[in-house]
């Protein structure tokens, strides 16, 4: 495990390096991720203030903290890998990366940690500058906030390993566009992004209870809000840890399969 | 009459291109379908809980989702692929033979590149479209439906200058291409009237980034909540952004002197 570190502090320097020379790229890319929980922010607001201050157990305020908390969660885990493979992939980057002795997963996930730290120059003021705006209020729970860390580290790890898995599809094709919306409108439904998961039917609930998408977002933002209670907890820990082992065994197969597969474009 | 031929050239390059990649087709198909049904998904949601938003009914919200496919569908067949092709023309000095043909280079450099399979996002918006119309019917007159032609066509040109203006800063800054991811961030919010965003985004969605006439104005057309004042602030926008972009283009292509010169 220790034998990892000096190799990711490596990786840290160069993608800290690369990415501050992209900086106005990084903030433009930004701001997709910005508009569309704001959006939906406003949207259930407004809904929430024409239905006298409430609606399905969520007060006005608490729409504004659970979009913003979204909006951080969602940042926070987000990855780009399923757009980035088939680019490495078409211009024979990879065959680079095959080359050194060691799993190419470290290297992309200390590249989005790199890029997180990066940002959060910008998502850390934005939030407050938001929270201020629409003049949330927030108490949390000590418990919550001590929970929340290890919640989102395990939301990330799960999320980055299934989506580092569904990337290694570019091994069988390059078209993937429409695959990854569809992975995108899916998880919109079920994350809780579009709008918390109890205004939903019950039937998308329980879906979501099934899928691994409300365990990447749904759930720490919940958990910050100091709606989860200690038992919802560690069931959500529970599903956290089967969907990350699952994701775990599945990347190791795919990208056995796919390496075998592999035949470097142009040669 | 002779840009008219001009077009359909360019439109039959284009039929030709993508025939070779048919599959695109079906792939546009299912990306339009998935955005659609978040869109329609949305709307579920938002009205199962409250009849009106902001105001405004369920058909209209319809509507208002058609004008979005619409206009976003040409965005993406038309305008994007054209002006991201002259932008890499500006960048590698290929532009020097769009400047050296027999026509207006405005023209030709707007039209350049048509993605035809794009248009399945027109062909889903007008289903959509026709079933708010239809539910809104009974309010609906000749008056109303001219209105709107115009509004859209207003919207489109409006999205169409405010494009060409930012591509044309590619003249001076050569690396210009996030400047459309930009306007497509923005774009998503037209789908949601922009009357229900705080004043400081509202300001940013109509005089910023022209998102709301492009949306907002056409289907509050249909839903007959449009002023007058509006209506003529729409068309004096659109005729004064197509000037100031078109005098702008010259200035540009003034400034212009090849990649390698």
């Not at chain 1, 002795?101 to 290297?107: A, D, L, T, V």
């Not at chain 2, 439109?11 to 993508?18: C, N, Q, S, T």
């Not at chain 2, 590149?113 to 026709?130: F, G, K, Q, T």
Request: aromatic letters at 16%.
């Amino acid at each position: 495990m220790f034998a990892y570190y000096p190799i990711y502090k490596g990786y840290f320097r160069t993608a800290l390096m690369v990415q501050f020379q992209y900086r106005i790229a990084m903030l433009i890319w930004l701001l997709g991720g910005i508009i569309e929980p704001l959006m939906y922010l406003v949207v259930w607001r407004t809904v929430s203030e024409q239905q006298g201050g409430s609606v399905g157990g969520y007060e006005t305020n608490d729409f504004v903290v659970y979009f913003i908390a979204m909006m951080m969660v969602s940042h926070a885990t987000f990855t780009w890998i399923m757009w980035e493979y088939v680019y490495r992939i078409r211009m024979g980057l990879f065959s680079v990366m095959l080359l050194k002795p060691i799993h190419p997963i470290h290297s992309d996930i200390a590249d989005n940690i790199g890029y997180k730290f990066l940002t959060l120059t910008v998502m850390g003021p934005l939030t407050l500058l938001l929270a201020w705006f629409f003049e949330a209020t927030w108490q949390p729970l000590p418990w919550t906030l001590a929970a929340f860390v290890p919640v989102l580290i395990l939301a990330f790890l799960m999320r980055f390993y299934w989506e580092w898995s569904l990337a290694m599809v570019a091994f069988w094709t390059t078209r993937i566009d429409a695959m990854n919306q569809a992975y995108i409108v899916v998880g919109l439904f079920f994350s809780g992004k579009l709008a918390p998961l109890s205004l939903f039917p019950e039937i998308v609930q329980r879906a979501a209870d099934i899928l691994p998408f409300r365990w990447m977002l749904a759930f720490p933002v919940e958990l910050l809000l100091g709606r989860i209670t200690p038992r919802e907890l560690l069931i959500g820990i529970g599903a956290q840890l089967f969907w990350l082992f699952a994701g775990y065994l599945f990347m190791q197969f795919i990208y056995r399969a796919g390496i075998k597969r592999y035949a470097a474009f142009g040669a | 009459m002779f840009y008219f031929r001009l077009f359909a050239t360019y439109v039959r390059v284009g039929i030709l291109g993508e025939l070779e990649y048919r599959a695109n087709f079906w792939i546009n198909m299912i990306q339009s379908a998935l955005d659609l049904s978040v869109a329609l998904g949305g709307l579920a949601v938002v009205f199962s809980h409250t009849d009106t938003l902001g105001g405004w009914r369920p058909e209209e919200l319809l509507a208002l989702i058609g004008v979005y496919f619409l206009i976003g569908g040409l965005i993406r067949t038309i305008i994007r692929p054209s002006m991201t092709q002259f932008m890499d023309q500006v960048r590698q000095g290929t532009l020097d033979f769009t400047l050296t043909k027999p026509a207006d280079s405005q023209v030709l450099v707007s039209i350049q590149r048509i993605e035809i399979w794009r248009l399945v996002d027109v062909l889903i918006a007008l289903p959509v479209l026709a079933t708010a119309l239809v539910r809104l019917g009974t309010r609906l007159g000749l008056v109303e439906t001219a209105v709107f032609a115009v509004t859209l066509l207003c919207g489109g040109l409006i999205v169409y200058s405010f494009w060409l203006m930012l591509s044309t800063c590619a003249f001076w800054f050569v690396k210009v291409e996030n400047i459309q991811v930009i306007f497509m961030s923005m774009w998503q919010a037209g789908r949601w009237p922009v009357s229900i965003y705080p004043a400081w985004l509202r300001s940013v969605l109509t005089f910023l980034v022209p998102v709301a006439f492009a949306t907002t104005v056409p289907a509050s057309a249909v839903s007959g909540r449009i002023t007058t004042s509006t209506l003529l602030g729409t068309i004096a926008l659109a005729a004064a952004l197509l000037l100031v972009s078109r005098w702008f283009w010259r200035v540009g292509i003034r400034f212009y002197s090849g990649a390698s010169a």
